[in-house]
């Protein structure tokens, strides 16, 4: 009997011994010594050249890639247009006016420069268009590539080529696209590093672990593509086609949508494994307003007010004016910690770091201001608005940043200003940046815009929101439950939700306090009487 | 008027009172911090702190509930009117003299004056429950789809939570005052950490009329025990029995099982011999008419063994009628109220 006893409990402690996990699984196959390519350009006969400008690059490319062309003219990147908009509406950078520089319209030769083609002025129309895909933009991983006027890559001035970069070194380094190759685009909307978004500037580039966990260059190292992936080239994730809740969680080939641009596509609906209250905040708010703390946060500053009154004068702010002030401080910005930048094409704009952002309730929907239309007097434009209420179960409470602009306005037909701000070319006298005249400019680019102008020009408040989703913090740096649950926290304004711990129930609070009181006055009252009478009756 | 130290909270009772303080005093800390009002903790830890004492509490009050039912501890709570107006009156003026009182003698089986009664069984009727349920609901809204509530009244129900705990902090700070009410000054809070309280020697109450239930067929006897009861004092003023009776006299078992059912007596005599019922089932029925009420048997057998039968069965003495004598009898009154008053206490 005994032996059987110990025979068994023998076998428990082997079995037990077995099911220790021996460590994590040893299963990376060293990936990172190997190639992931298939092919190694700078092998490939067809890159050696010559090649006189970037269309003979493309041809190249194409002579493999041979559908890629196609596709890439198909994307958003390509037509600046947006089709996933609601219906009867077409948005996209072609349409869309911004609260920055204004609109492409008119400014087609600067603005073109981020477009990944070559020559804007027909981009479908020359002899063979997939010659004019510019893969270079996104491929190329040397840092050596630059867009000039039209989306060239060389530098011309009335047709001669002033500077050409090296194609063949170029094209011999091509690669999936870096963070700097969707970088240099991206981080630079809106006149400069980091000015337009508040979450997308070069501190991403090589972004420490504090500024970006997944992107982090000592850790996962994550490009942009890695969640915006792109099949067929039609990268995913557009700001016109936001997601603001993915129901679907995470990502399975031929179960969800193929789609990494959402955090639940690989972090699931129920992400936070050790504790079950923070799941619970799912159902309301995004995983941005927890985990992209601020804006800013990479040492470069992001645009919060740009004021085209100041365009085409000497000397910008010596400070800020109250007016401008008390916006900021509405924004929860301090007006001591914003500084200035001025310049005389561009007029004064106000830039800040690590801000805190604005929350509200959004579906993914953001619809975009008509250009055509009339504003009403009064109130800031809204360049474009966002959708959602609490009651709209695809919304989430989602941070944003909120730009402030005081953008040119037609004082007499009330509809925005298309300015003609850049020169189409060296003969182009009327271009805002050398005249500085704002009723010839205007009245050029509202020409070209197809709205009709009435001949003045004023200035007008104008906003603009961008959800925040990039400069994803580590969850030590993740926002606190106080920084909401309390009094005046995050998300005082937003409507619609029960949250424990803002100024809930005030009446409540101040009967029960005054009855508390009340009680303890009762109390006092009670306590001296006793004291005194004890006295009395004593003596 | 003398004392005597008695002890009136068990342990279990004072582990319950010292464990629900300290419970309600952390989620009233803790509450307040998730309401927003304090910020001295941070807020996950002061949420998760709230959510984990509230459950402690739950846990102990379940037990608590279990343990009162099982004890009978419950008849502690029941609300009573007798000298209702007598604490009304001492609290609103009599507690300003300091040689006056209190005009409620606690006991072992009475704890709690009546309006401590009536604010307990608010406490745990009215307001720990609707705390309970509300707190309840609140850490469980994630599942209110499961029995169909709509999400939209988390609100409200975080609305009556609070309210409601606002009430409990006026209760708590009331009963701390109250505590230090007594005389002397700590005699409350010693009384609720060592369980002894100086206890009030009972005496029994010379301004109250009893009432005494006669169950005789045999009329004589029956007038024999009132002539006694109104003869006054002893000759020798030995007042063994100081108090006044109300005499209610039945002949018949039936007759006396309805006066039972109709009115409450402090004291049954008993003879066993009854034209409808005879010997020791006589004292069963009367027994089982009314439970808690002191009985003494009459009669004429002298048998031994009936005797401590009787004794057996619940009676308080045995008393031969041959034998009986006013003095006998009214000693037997005395010491069956004395005992039952005891043995009641206990």
Redesign the interface.
């Known amino acids: 009997m005994v032996r059987v006893m110990i025979r068994t409990l023998l076998c428990c402690v082997v079995v037990a011994l077995l099911m220790v996990p021996s460590g994590p699984l040893q299963a990376n196959y060293a990936l990172e010594a190997m190639p992931q390519s298939t092919t190694r350009h700078g092998k490939l006969p067809i890159l050696e050249g010559p090649f006189a400008s970037g269309m003979e690059v493309t041809r190249a490319c194409v002579s493999c890639h041979t559908e890629v062309a196609a596709n890439v003219r198909k994307s958003v990147h390509w037509t600046w247009e947006s089709t996933y908009s609601p219906p009867g509406k077409v948005f996209g950078k072609k349409h869309v006016i911004n609260a920055f520089c204004g609109a492409v319209t008119s400014n087609m030769r600067e603005c073109t420069s981020c477009h990944i083609g070559y020559g804007w002025q027909d981009p479908e129309g020359g002899a063979n268009p997939d010659e004019q895909v510019d893969c270079l933009v996104c491929h190329e991983s040397t840092g050596d590539y630059k867009k000039y006027n039209f989306g060239y890559s060389e530098l011309k001035f009335r047709d001669k080529i002033i500077k050409k970069p090296d194609f063949v070194a170029l094209a011999k380094g091509v690669a999936r696209p870096g963070r700097a190759n969707c970088g240099s685009c991206h981080f630079y909307g809106g006149s400069g590093d980091g000015a337009k978004h508040g979450d997308l500037d070069s501190s991403l580039v090589k972004a420490s672990r504090s500024l970006d966990i997944h992107m982090h260059k000592d850790g996962q190292n994550f490009s942009c593509v890695v969640c915006h992936n792109a099949p067929g080239h039609q990268i995913t994730g557009s700001r016109y086609r936001v997601k603001a809740y993915d129901a679907l969680g995470i990502d399975r080939p031929g179960h969800t949508d193929g789609t990494r641009t959402s955090c639940a596509s690989c972090h699931g609906n129920a992400p936070h494994s050790k504790n079950d209250k923070l799941n619970d905040h799912v159902d309301r708010v995004a995983c941005q307003t927890c985990h992209v703390p601020a804006m800013a946060r990479g040492g470069v500053p992001t645009m919060v007010f740009w004021d085209w009154r100041m365009a085409g004068q000497k000397k910008g702010y010596s400070e800020i004016a109250p007016e401008v002030a008390d916006l900021l401080k509405k924004e929860g910005h301090l007006p001591e910690k914003i500084s200035f930048h001025h310049d005389r094409t561009h007029g004064t704009s106000l830039w800040g770091e690590n801000l805190v952002p604005r929350y509200a309730w959004f579906n993914g929907r953001v619809d975009f201001l008509d250009p055509k239309q009339t504003l009403p007097d009064g109130v800031p434009i809204a360049i474009n608005r966002i959708f959602g209420s609490a009651g709209d179960s695809s919304a989430r409470i989602w941070p944003f940043k909120k730009m402030w602009s005081m953008l040119p306005f037609d004082s007499v037909n009330h509809t925005v200003v298309i300015n003609h701000l850049v020169k189409s070319g060296p003969d182009d006298k009327e271009a805002f940046e050398d005249t500085g005249n704002w009723s010839q400019s205007a009245a050029v680019g509202m020409k070209e815009a197809g709205i009709p102008f009435g001949g003045q020009v004023a200035f007008r408040y104008a906003t603009m929101v961008f959800p925040l989703t990039h400069m994803v913090a580590p969850k030590e740096l993740s926002l606190k439950c106080r920084e909401c649950h309390r009094h005046g926290g995050r998300l005082e304004g937003v409507a619609g939700v029960y949250i424990p711990g803002r100024n809930n129930h005030p009446s409540i609070h101040g009967l029960g306090r005054a009855a508390a009181l009340l009680t303890l006055g009762g109390i006092l009252i009670h306590l001296t009487l006793r004291l005194l009478l004890r006295r009395k009756r004593l003596s | 008027m003398t004392y005597h130290p008695e002890l009136l909270f068990s342990r279990y009772e004072r582990f319950w009172h010292w464990t629900q303080a300290l419970l309600i005093l952390a989620l009233i800390v803790t509450g307040f911090h998730?309401?927003?009002?304090v910020?001295w903790l941070?807020?996950?830890l002061a949420?998760?702190w709230h959510r984990q004492f509230a459950l402690y509490l739950v846990l102990l009050w379940t037990f608590t509930l279990f343990w009162l039912l099982i004890t009978g501890e419950w008849h502690q709570y029941v609300p009573t009117s007798e000298k209702m107006m007598d604490v009304i009156h001492y609290y609103s003026k009599g507690?300003?003299?300091?040689?006056l009182t209190h005009p409620f003698k606690k006991s072992r089986r009475r704890k709690h004056n009546p309006l401590q009664r009536i604010a307990y069984l608010i406490l745990s009727v009215i307001l720990s429950p609707v705390l309970l349920v509300s707190g309840a609901l609140f850490a469980f809204y994630?599942n209110w789809h499961w029995v169909g509530i709509p999400s939209i009244w988390?609100?409200d129900v975080?609305?009556v939570h609070?309210?409601v705990?606002?009430?409990m902090?006026?209760f708590v700070?009331?009963h701390i005052?109250m505590v230090f009410?007594g005389k002397p000054t700590t005699a409350a809070i010693i009384a609720m950490i060592t369980g002894v309280a100086e206890v009030e020697d009972m005496e029994l109450d010379a301004n109250r009329e009893y009432q005494l239930l006669v169950v005789e067929d045999d009329a004589v006897i029956a007038l024999m025990i009132q002539g006694w009861l109104d003869a006054g004092e002893f000759r020798d003023g030995d007042a063994i029995l100081p108090v006044k009776f109300s005499v209610t006299h039945c002949d018949h078992l039936s007759s006396a099982i309805k006066a039972l059912a109709q009115n409450t007596f402090d004291l049954i005599v008993l003879d066993l011999t009854l034209p409808d019922c005879d010997g020791i089932a006589t004292l069963r029925h009367i027994r089982a008419a009314a439970r808690d009420v002191p009985i003494l048997v009459i009669h004429e057998s002298m048998d031994d063994n009936l005797q401590s039968r009787v004794i057996h069965e619940g009676s308080q003495d045995f008393l031969v009628k041959t034998h009986l004598s006013r003095r006998i009898l009214l000693r037997s009154f005395r010491f069956a109220l004395e005992r039952h008053w005891f043995l009641q206490g206990r």
């Not at chain 2, 998730?34 to 009002?37: A, K, L, Y």
């Open positions: 998730v309401t927003g009002f910020e941070d807020y996950e949420a998760r507690i300003f003299d300091p040689f994630k988390l609100e975080a609305g609070v309210a705990a606002y009430a902090v006026c700070i009331l005052y009410t």
